[in-house]
């Protein structure tokens, strides 16, 4: 990284003037967050835009956009809102923390405080959130949704933060009522459970990374609407299921070249197992439906050398470049943001060939 450098990759931004979405090169320093476009497969400066982080505050997770759960929201001196879209929830987390410790850099105790938190707010890796959401969906044994009232209003299809604490305890996915709230805030993060009502949404607005989900009698959530959409026909046909049932190993932010015009985009890749496949979706769109993918079964793998643009490729592109080839002989031209972030996308892609 460039000296000062606290961070940098890919980020999707809102629009200031049109509120549409596109992915900008991002690079954190201690005073200031600058992003950049991306055009030929290389970053252009000067820098597209600056946002100085004395006086920002920062929520995260930010809940404005119903079908965009992994946002950060950015508020700067002169109230100027910024909202910024990660590819994972554990990426869109390292940015939040990085971005947090640099506006109270000159607060030490206010940055351990964030270690700490950072540190004790962890997924056991062994534990897939949808088998859990499959089985709290289960007619016989899972979560019961009712309706429920909150300071006069009543709510359908809704169940209490306590019960879902014990239901986990009692299928035995957590030991604690800790872990319970824990696994329960990160299927909330994951837009798999949404906050009903004003004890549960105010939790989320307090921005306590730890609590945002209560172990309580009194606050309600219920299932996100965007949990199993029913897909059309038509959609059944273009999206295999089978393939996009496999659990996810590896996601992120990478730029890829068009196959027709030769154009660099930046698309957020999905890597899932059992079976292999590599999907990518477009950021700036708000389905979350792949815009392409293949199977790994019998692909070959390779880093391309910085050193000249290899033949296939257009544009003028950074480097970091890596070449899948398909069993059908279809060549997709890959870059990634570093050359170690290149070195573990060729490995996990290895292991699935």
């Known amino acids: 990284m460039e000296d000062g450098v606290l961070k940098e990759g890919f980020l999707v931004k809102r629009g200031h003037i049109v509120h549409n979405w596109k992915a900008r090169w991002f690079i954190l320093r201690q005073n200031t967050l600058v992003y950049y476009k991306l055009e030929g497969g290389r970053r252009v ?37 910024y909202f910024l879209e990660a590819c994972s929830r554990e990426e869109r987390d390292a940015w939040a923390f990085e971005i947090t410790g640099a506006i109270h850099a000159g607060q030490p105790g206010k940055v351990q405080q964030l270690h700490s938190l950072r540190n004790s707010f962890k997924l056991p890796p062994h ?34 933060g306590s019960s879902l604490v014990d239901w986990l305890i009692s299928n035995s996915f957590v030991a604690s009522r800790l872990e319970a709230v824990t696994l329960a805030s990160m299927l ?9 009502g004003v004890r549960s949404m105010g939790a989320i607005r307090s921005g306590d990374l730890a609590e945002q989900f209560l172990d309580d009698s009194t606050a309600l959530y219920t299932f996100a609407e965007s949990y199993k959409k029913k897909i059309s026909p038509k959609e ?59 199977s790994l079964r019998g692909s070959l793998v390779s880093a391309l050398e910085d050193n000249g643009v290899p033949t296939g490729v257009k ?39």
């Not at 899972?142 to 009543?154: A, H, L, V, Y």
């Not at 992120?252 to 957020?268: D, F, M, S």
């Open 315 to 353: 544009g003028n592109v950074q480097g970091n470049l890596f070449k899948v080839i398909t069993k059908d002989d279809t060549h997709y031209y890959i870059q990634a943001s570093s050359k170690a972030e290149r070195a573990e996308w060729i490995e996990a892609i290895k292991k699935l060939t």
């Open 127 to 160: 534990i897939s959130l949808h088998r859990i959401v499959d089985k709290m969906h289960d007619s016989s044994t899972g979560i019961r949704s009712s309706p429920n009232m909150e300071q006069g209003s009543t709510y359908k299809k809704t169940f209490l």
């Open 236 to 294: 059944e046909i273009n999206l295999s299921t089978v393939e996009l049932s496999g659990m996810v190993v590896k996601q992120g932010y990478l730029a890829k070249q068009g196959h027709k015009r030769k154009n660099w985009k930046v698309r957020r890749f999905v890597l899932r197992k059992d079976p292999a496949f590599l999907h990518y979706y477009d950021p700036s769109k708000e389905e979350n439906r792949p815009v392409g993918g293949f």
């Open 45 to 81: 400066t000067p820098p597209k835009g600056r946002i100085f982080l004395d006086g920002c505050t920062i929520t995260c997770p930010c809940l404005e956009y119903e079908n965009r759960p992994l946002l950060i929201k950015l508020k700067t001196q002169t109230s100027t809102e």
């Open 188 to 196: 909330m993060e994951e837009n798999f459970l949404r906050p009903v």
